[in-house]
Structures are given as structure tokens and as C-alpha cells.
């Protein structure tokens, strides 16, 4: 589709109008109900595929679509990406186990909008390494949000992320990126979750995108396995991933996609 929408920087970055977040607060703010809806369904025993079929109905209910299904040949609702898994993890009968963790990634379109967000879930009882994994990678998304104002540069989010994870010996993955996003699922610029401070395009007000670092508690390479989708940590180490959407305002940015009950932590504590 032809997108007349804003205009675009010399970076190829659309900035969009003022009445534009409207939209994507709707689109957020469903995407971010359905993570928090989806908690009580994850537990020991549960399938990633009873997940995916839940969210899958929640977004008809809510009279939007799913922006993955049909997605490059997606069939899913969903990306659930379960302990080594860095995502992009395909729902399946495989039951959940105690201990594991999980991610689970939903993007909707409402009224041409899109709203793309994930979080982190636990099956049962949480480990203290898997607890300060899943800390560390949402710190570490906030920290991200925080230096997204006017006048920084994607370098400065990134570099944020990269020096806050690596202090806690950990690892930032460099495979996969956040993205532009708006009236499109996947737009410039590359949201790189390491990097140098004033390095890469600066931010404007009426950019929107994505912020969702992935870290490990071992070595930061993945690979893609056999389907073509699922992303898992090379040495087999724990993974975990935080997302939200955010558009940048005069004076910082807006989280589309915030926990409207106030939930990000598995535990809820
Ligand atoms: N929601 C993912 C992202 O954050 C993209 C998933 S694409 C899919 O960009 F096809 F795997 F669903
Ligand atoms: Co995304
Ligand atoms: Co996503």
C-alpha cells in the first residue's frame, strides 16, 4: 500500500503527525491487554498452542487482525519462545514445564495500526538465575525507553541497553533488532540493542517503533533451526526478551504498548 502518511527523514524514517499516536495507542493498548489477559492461561502442563489459540481469538473478539498470521508464511498469532529460545518460537503441542520461561510475542492491527509488544512469562516456579535474567532484559528495555527522546541518536538506545547488560554479565543479542513500525509491521530504521552513543540517525518527534532486547545469561549467537523460524542461543543458555512500542514526542516518548493492569514481571510481585 502507497503510505502518504508524515514524511520520511534522509534515513528513510517516517515521522508521523501529532493525530497519528491516537491510532497507536489503540493498537497498543490491545496488544498489551492481550499479555496481560494470556497470564493466568500459562502454567505447568499448559501448550504453547492453547496460548496461540487464545490469542488468536481474543484479536477476532476484538474486531482487529493478527499481524503475524500470514506473515512471510507465519501461521501463528504469536511467537512463543520457551527458555533457550530467543524467538520467533512457533506455538506447538509440547507441554510446558516447571521452571520454564517464556516469551510470548503479539502484534495486531487495529484500524490499519500496529501495536507489537512481548513479555515474559514463567510455568510454575521461577528460578533465581531465570528471575535475574528476566530483571536484567527488562531493566535493560527500560533503560532503552528512557534515552528515546528529541536530539538522542538510535546509538544512544542502543549503547544504554549494550553497557547495562553486559555490567551484569550477561549477553545482548545482535541477530535480531526492534524496528520502525506505524502503518507497517517492519520499517527503518534497524533498532540495534548495542552500540555507540551518538552514533545512527537521530530521533525525531512522530517516530514510532520498536524497542525489544534480547539477552542471554551465556554467549550472545543464535541460529535459526530447521523451520525457518525458531531462534535459539547457540550454547543452549537461557534467553529472554522484553518489547514495547513507543513513539517519540517533544519531550521523550509515549509506550504504546504499557501493562494497562500494571503488569510486566512474571511473578506480579
Ligand atoms: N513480533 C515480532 C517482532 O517483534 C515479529 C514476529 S514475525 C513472525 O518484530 F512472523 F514471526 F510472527
Ligand atoms: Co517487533
Ligand atoms: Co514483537
Not at 496481560?36 to 496461540?52: K, N, P, S, Y
Not at 533457550?84 to 516469551?103: A, Q, R, Y
Not at 490499519?112 to 531465570?130: C, E
Not at 529472554?240 to 516518548?253: N, Y
Request: glycine share 12%; charged share 20%; hydrophobic share 40%.
Amino acid at each position: 500500500m502507497y503510505e502518504r502518511r508524515g514524511r520520511l527523514t534522509k534515513d528513510g524514517i517516517r515521522i508521523y503527525d501529532l493525530s497519528d499516536f491516537a491510532g497507536m495507542n489503540r493498537a497498543g493498548r490491545l496488544a498489551a491487554t492481550i499479555l496481560d489477559d494470556i497470564a493466568e492461561h500459562v502454567f505447568v502442563g499448559q501448550t504453547t498452542a492453547e496460548l496461540d489459540r487464545l490469542i488468536t481469538h481474543w484479536v477476532e473478539e476484538a474486531g482487529a487482525t493478527s499481524a503475524t498470521i500470514g506473515y512471510k508464511g507465519y501461521q501463528h498469532a504469536s511467537c512463543i519462545s520457551v527458555n533457550h529460545v530467543v524467538c520467533h518460537g512457533i506455538p506447538g503441542d509440547k507441554k510446558l514445564k516447571d521452571g520454564d520461561i517464556l516469551n510470548i510475542d503479539v502484534t495486531v492491527i487495529v484500524d490499519g495500526w500496529y501495536g507489537d509488544t512481548s513479555r515474559m512469562y514463567v510455568a510454575g516456579s521461577l528460578t533465581r538465575k531465570a528471575e535475574r535474567l528476566i530483571q536484567v532484559t527488562h531493566d535493560a528495555l527500560m533503560l532503552g525507553i528512557e534515552a528515546a527522546r528529541p536530539g538522542n541518536t538510535f546509538g544512544d538506545i542502543g549503547a544504554a541497553i549494550q553497557t547495562y547488560v553486559e555490567a551484569q554479565r550477561m549477553s545482548v543479542v545482535r541477530d535480531f533488532c526492534g524496528h520502525g513500525l506505524g502503518r507497517v509491521f517492519h520499517a527503518p530504521p534497524n533498532v540495534l540493542h548495542y552500540g555507540r552513543p551518538g552514533t545512527g540517525p537521530t530521533l525525531e518527534e512522530g517516530m514510532f517503533f520498536t524497542i525489544e532486547p534480547m539477552v542471554n545469561l551465556g554467549r550472545p549467537e543464535t541460529k535459526v533451526l530447521a523451520d525457518d523460524w525458531t531462534a535459539v542461543t547457540r550454547d543452549k543458555s537461557l534467553s529472554a526478551q522484553f518489547e514495547h512500542s513507543v513513539g517519540i514526542t517533544a519531550q521523550g516518548c509515549e509506550v504504546f504498548t504499557l501493562s494497562p493492569a500494571g503488569h510486566f514481571h512474571p511473578t506480579y510481585g
